[in-house]
């Protein structure tokens, strides 16, 4: 099993920037594309950016231009850079894994416990 665990969020202005983190553990060889979700109160869990393993971005249009998401394969760590922070991006950030093809991966999508991300006036 692979196991995700978010780090970053915080308390930032808005027009301020912020770094996400996620680490992945466990069979680490399953972790295929990885990304970043969000959800805020009241609104259904949205894509916000995803990365394949060769470093291919998706970007969400609210994300394009202000985010930068990259990642690590050696350390097997995505990371979601946020600039010109809005109030609207005021959410809960859920670092998530595609299983690699491989047998023993499974199907299922991996999913970390999320980091509170909010944007103040």
């Known amino acids: 099993q692979v196991q995700l665990v978010e780090s970053g969020g915080g308390l930032v202005q808005a027009g301020d920037s912020l770094r996400l983190s996620c680490t992945g553990s466990?069979?680490?060889?399953?972790?295929?594309?990885m990304g970043w979700y969000r959800q805020a109160p009241g609104k259904e869990r949205e894509l916000v950016a995803a990365i394949s393993t060769g470093g291919s971005p998706y970007y969400t249009n609210s994300a394009k231009g202000r985010f930068t998401i990259s990642r690590d394969n050696a350390e097997n760590t995505v990371y979601l850079q946020m600039n010109g922070l809005k109030i609207e991006d005021t959410a809960a950030y859920y670092c998530?894994?595609?299983?690699?093809?491989?047998?023993?991966?499974?199907?299922?999508?991996?999913w970390g416990k999320g980091t509170l991300v909010t944007v103040s006036l």
């Open positions: 466990g069979d680490t060889g399953c972790i295929s594309t």
């Open positions: 998530s894994a595609s299983p690699a093809p491989q047998a023993r991966c499974g199907m299922t999508t991996y």
